[in-house]
């Protein structure tokens, strides 16, 4: 049901799920912090909408994607929006800024699905207040306020651990590639290595989750198209592994055991580990090769 609830909630945005509380509601929704916008007496149905497009957000360092919605649907000049994010710590009727950053839009490949991402560090478990200040073309400077619940700890394998040694079939062993990716066409490349393999072996290692052929979201297909992408330009000074979220056959929906062994609970998802084997880098949901492509060039340095 949790999971039912998050797939509709984000279909329109990018990801696979906002965080939610203990009981299932959504948490990660706007106005626990008030709202507002510029113009008086607009309409609340023109107003921007933030949305958490985020599932964990946890204490440390954090990947957020967030979504502009008006009118329930995506604005459709993100790609040439200016966006600043305002952090704020609050405890009780008390809000504290402590840290402000420009958003950055990716969308390539994601068609309605881009998504802003900032990379937030909260150094407390609770309630956090986001204020976003977004500039479109051509109309004036918006400001909305929207609270999020950050986590001690969450599902997902964390930055820093190690990578968990998952073995995942690889071509050698099931050389019809059709019965362990439901992608249309597989490329070969991203199943020459088992996760345990690839995370051992003193190189890093791009690992993604996702189902193309079932995905809730429609990113889990683009994203393997940008691990191709990534195979393309590394070689193999990175190792690309992707790791279909079901069982063959597919259709009957039951996970693999490695999406239970590094705590998921949605897709997509893409790890970036380190030549030490740790997490480096965490990506939930929608992925463009801007994003990633830097990230993998800094680790290889």
């Not at 909630?9 to 939610?20: D, E, K, P, W, Y």
């Not at 113009?39 to 964990?56: H, K, L, R, W, Y």
């Not at 190189?203 to 994203?223: D, E, R, V």
Request: contains cysteine.
């Amino acid at each position: 049901m949790r999971r039912a609830l998050l797939m509709a909630s984000l279909v329109v945005v990018t990801a696979c799920g906002q965080a939610t509380s203990s009981s299932g509601t959504v948490a990660n929704t706007p106005a626990q912090v008030g709202s507002g916008v510029n113009q008086p007496g607009q309409a609340a149905a023109d107003a921007i909408q933030p949305v958490v497009a985020t599932s964990e957000i946890l204490v440390g360092k954090n990947r957020l994607a967030l979504g502009l919605l008006q009118n329930n649907v995506p604005i459709p000049d993100a790609d040439r929006t200016q966006l600043k994010v305002r952090y704020y710590r609050v405890k009780g009727d008390q809000a504290t800024l402590v840290g402000e950053e420009a958003a950055h839009y990716y969308g390539d490949g994601l068609g309605p699905r881009g998504t802003f991402i900032v990379h937030p560090t909260f150094d407390t478990a609770g309630v956090w207040g986001l204020e976003l200040l977004s500039q479109r073309p051509g109309k004036p400077l918006t400001t909305e306020r929207m609270s999020v619940e950050v986590t001690a700890k969450g599902s997902a394998v964390p930055l820093g651990v190690p990578a968990p040694h998952s073995k995942t079939p690889t071509a050698s062993q099931v050389p019809n590639l059709k019965k362990i990716s439901s992608a249309t066409k597989p490329d070969p490349r991203l199943y020459q290595m088992s996760v345990d393999q690839a995370v051992t072996s003193g190189k890093p290692s791009l690992i993604m989750f996702a189902t193309p052929g079932f995905c809730q979201t429609a990113l889990c297909g683009p994203g393997v198209d940008v691990l191709s992408k990534l195979a393309d330009t590394f070689g193999d000074k990175v190792n690309t592994v992707h790791i279909e979220v079901y069982q063959y056959p597919f259709e009957q929906g039951k996970y693999v055991s490695a999406m239970r062994e590094w705590g998921l609970q949605t897709e997509p998802w893409l790890f970036l580990v380190d030549r030490q084997g740790k997490i480096a880098a965490r990506y939930e949901g929608g992925i463009t090769y801007q994003e990633i492509q830097p990230d993998v060039a800094a680790i290889l340095h």
